[in-house]
Antibody, heavy 122, light 108 residues
């Protein structure tokens, strides 16, 4: 079982940046990819990108390319997602989710964090 | 990238069967995963690789597929099954995950 604990809610100004953290269970970094998924109020799920910390393999959704950075700190088993140039449309709950690493990259998201509400408002 | 189409809503009486479809061009149904999400909560995996069920998920939940369409079936529906259901696939051409738009299941 892998547990994911996310940082707390954030209120930010438009045009600023936000950095959300996701701390994974000890020993998990060699086994899973950590994904970021967001959900705007009343809307569906939107995948943003992921990282396999052991090899530092990173993928981003084209929608966020150039505006997002995902990093991992193996010493604390924590993954970070930074989103820049925020607009009110970025107001959403941001989830991290883990799937076991496999060559195809298509394994399901077995474990989820509790979500972090990010509000971008002036 | 792939586009997955789900009906926005499905309603079913208690004890009946609910079917939620997920359609898309070139969808490989045995690579489809399904999630249930209740208000204010993170999604929960209910079916993976088209028809496999995680431990702890009732046998009432099942998955199947036909050409370009995956289906989540919930038998003997109970009130606790209400929520939003999302299908998901990995698009290997664009190296991206894609979610369907979600289906709100209402138990009458």
């Amino acid at each position: 079982q892998i547990q994911l604990v996310q940082s707390g809610a954030e209120v930010t100004k438009p045009r600023s940046s936000v950095k959300v953290s996701c701390k994974a269970s000890e020993g998990s970094f060699s086994k899973v990819r950590i994904n970021w998924v967001r959900q705007a109020p009343g809307q569906g799920l939107e995948w943003m990108g992921n990282i396999f910390p052991l090899l530092n393999e990173i993928k981003y959704d084209q929608t966020f390319q150039g505006r997002i950075t995902i990093t991992a700190d193996s010493s604390t088993t924590t993954v970070y997602m930074e989103l820049r140039s925020l607009t009110p449309d970025d107001t959403a709950v941001y989830f991290c989710a883990a799937n076991y690493y496999d060559a195809s990259g298509s394994s399901p998201f077995d474990f989820w964090g509790q979500g972090t509400l990010v509000t971008a408002s002036s | 990238s792939s586009v997955l189409t789900q009906p926005p809503s499905v309603s079913v009486a208690p004890g009946k069967t609910a079917s939620i479809t997920c359609g898309g061009n070139n969808i490989v149904s045995d690579s489809v995963h399904w999630y249930q999400q209740k208000p204010g909560q993170a999604p929960v995996l209910v079916i993976f690789y088209g028809s496999d069920r995680p431990s702890g998920i009732p046998e009432r939940f099942s998955g199947s597929n036909s050409e370009n369409t995956a289906t989540l079936t919930i038998s003997r529906v109970v009130g606790g099954d209400e929520g939003d259901y999302y299908c998901q696939v990995w698009d290997s051409h664009s190296d991206q995950w894609v979610f369907g738009g979600g289906t709100k299941l209402t138990v009458l």
